[in-house]
């Protein structure tokens, strides 16, 4: 979750005298003395995945390159309470799991909402790669729109934030009720559905801006950014396509078989398996009394045939025998019949 708004700072009464404090690199941690061992654990993984993401968003390369990381500050609090309050509200949304505020330099991560360690972690390095963009110049960072940093951050945590949520992309293509890329430029509704959407598409598009124009693209991008361009100017540059002309061939991939069978879900494939067997001994039946009546079919053609056989056997026969009576009568041999007194 990315945030530019500005912190009104911890709420009163926070126990800011018991927190555990600590630094690892470039970055430095506080957290509640519960979670001491943790923060200070996952916070030596997040100095390495700052590194890691400086370089996978090409930061430290091209023109105006920048050489290191930007410091910060990881807090760690334990619920969506203490979110809010780090935050200076009085409430977030219920499918807040963390927040980043790149150009304050601070990450807002919430231990107890995000569902386990390993969970924890793709919400620490989807938070790692907002933070990591915050060393671009202010006016570059603003002019990125929401969801290419939402989807940026995704493909390198390698999770969908609010994924749970069960959003289909093929079945809202096929269904002309995909958003449009836009609806996202400057933020996310409060609603975890429409949210759930936005962060989908902007997944869906940097995966596959990366898979058809390799992962270098991105830092491509963001140098063409850095010189003044802005997004659909820096896609056209080093892609040559534009961006209504990406969105355009994501909206056409997702509608595709291939795209909507990927997308359903384990749940409906089970079920489509579990039908197949129940389905197998009805079909075999069908089968054998579709069989049992075609043969039923063969042996009655078999008995007209005979039929037919036999009646033309037994005319055969009589033209024969009158043949043979003809030939003795007209050379008046034994049997032959009697002239014909005319």
Same mark, same amino acid.
């Given at each position: 979750?990315?945030?530019?708004?500005?912190?009104?700072?911890?709420?009163?009464?926070?126990?800011?005298?018991?927190?555990?404090?600590?630094?690892?690199?470039?970055?430095?941690?506080?957290?509640?003395?519960?979670?001491?061992?943790?923060?200070?654990?996952?916070?030596?993984?997040?100095?390495?995945?700052?590194?890691?993401?400086?370089?996978?968003?090409?930061?430290?390369?091209?023109? /105006?390159?920048?050489?290191?990381?930007?410091?910060?500050?990881?807090?760690?609090?334990?619920?969506?309470?203490?979110?809010?309050?780090?935050?200076?509200?009085?409430?977030?949304?219920?499918?807040?799991?963390?927040?980043?505020?790149?150009?304050?330099?601070?990450?807002?991560?919430?231990?107890?909402?995000?569902?386990?360690? @390993?969970?924890?972690?793709?919400?620490?390095?989807?938070?790692?790669?907002?933070?990591?963009? /915050?060393?671009?110049?202010?006016?570059?960072?603003?002019?990125?729109?929401?969801?290419?940093?939402?989807?940026?951050?995704?493909?390198? @945590?390698?999770?969908?934030?609010?994924?749970?949520?069960?959003?289909?992309?093929?079945?809202?293509?096929?269904?002309?009720?995909?958003?449009?890329?836009?609806?996202?430029?400057? /933020?996310?509704?409060?609603?975890?559905?429409?949210?759930?959407?936005?962060?989908?598409?902007?997944?869906?598009?940097?995966?596959?801006?990366?898979?058809?124009?390799?992962?270098?693209?991105?830092?491509?991008?963001?140098?063409?950014?850095?010189?003044?361009?802005?997004?659909?100017?820096?896609?056209?540059?080093?892609?040559?396509?534009?961006?209504?002309?990406?969105?355009?061939?994501?909206?056409?991939?997702?509608?595709?078989?291939?795209?909507?069978?990927?997308?359903?879900?384990?749940?409906?494939?089970?079920?489509?398996?579990? /039908?197949?067997?129940?389905?197998?001994?009805?079909?075999?039946?069908?089968?054998?009394?579709?069989?049992?009546?075609?043969?039923?079919?063969?042996?009655?053609?078999?008995?007209?045939?005979?039929?037919?056989?036999?009646?033309?056997?037994?005319?055969?026969?009589?033209?024969?025998?009158?043949?043979?009576?003809?030939?003795?009568?007209?050379?008046?041999?034994?049997?032959?019949?009697?002239?014909?007194?005319?």
């Amino acid at each position: 979750m990315l945030l530019l708004t500005l912190s009104l700072g911890w709420a009163a009464g926070a126990p800011a005298q018991e927190a555990v404090r600590g630094q690892v690199g470039a970055l430095r941690y506080e957290a509640p003395p519960g979670y001491a061992e943790l923060a200070q654990r996952l916070t030596t993984e997040a100095d390495r995945d700052l590194a890691d993401a400086h370089r996978w968003l090409g930061l430290d390369r091209g023109q /105006g390159a920048i050489p290191d990381p930007q410091p910060g500050i990881l807090y760690w609090v334990r619920n969506r309470q203490e979110l809010a309050a780090r935050l200076g509200r009085e409430e977030v949304p219920d499918w807040y799991a963390a927040v980043a505020r790149p150009l304050q330099g601070d990450m807002i991560l919430a231990v107890e909402v995000a569902g386990g360690e @390993s969970r924890l972690r793709a919400t620490m390095r989807h938070e790692i790669i907002h933070h990591a963009m /915050g060393a671009l110049p202010a006016e570059v960072f603003r002019r990125i729109p929401a969801w290419f940093h939402e989807g940026l951050a995704e493909a390198y @945590s390698g999770e969908i934030y609010l994924g749970e949520v069960g959003v289909s992309l093929p079945w809202l293509a096929n269904n002309n009720a995909l958003p449009s890329l836009r609806t996202y430029a400057d /933020g996310f509704p409060q609603d975890s559905v429409k949210a759930a959407q936005g962060y989908a598409i902007g997944h869906a598009f940097v995966q596959r801006l990366i898979r058809v124009h390799g992962r270098p693209v991105i830092g491509e991008i963001l140098e063409r950014m850095r010189l003044g361009d802005n997004l659909d100017q820096a896609l056209l540059a080093t892609t040559r396509m534009s961006l209504i002309e990406h969105e355009v061939a994501l909206t056409e991939e997702l509608r595709s078989l291939r795209a909507l069978l990927a997308a359903s879900s384990p749940h409906f494939i089970t079920l489509l398996f579990v /039908g197949a067997a129940l389905l197998i001994p009805f079909a075999l039946r069908r089968r054998a009394r579709r069989r049992r009546a075609m043969e039923q079919r063969w042996e009655r053609e078999d008995e007209a045939a005979a039929e037919r056989e036999e009646r033309l056997a037994s005319h055969a026969e009589a033209l024969e025998a009158w043949m043979e009576r003809e030939v003795r009568r007209r050379r008046g041999g034994p049997g032959a019949p009697p002239p014909d007194p005319r």
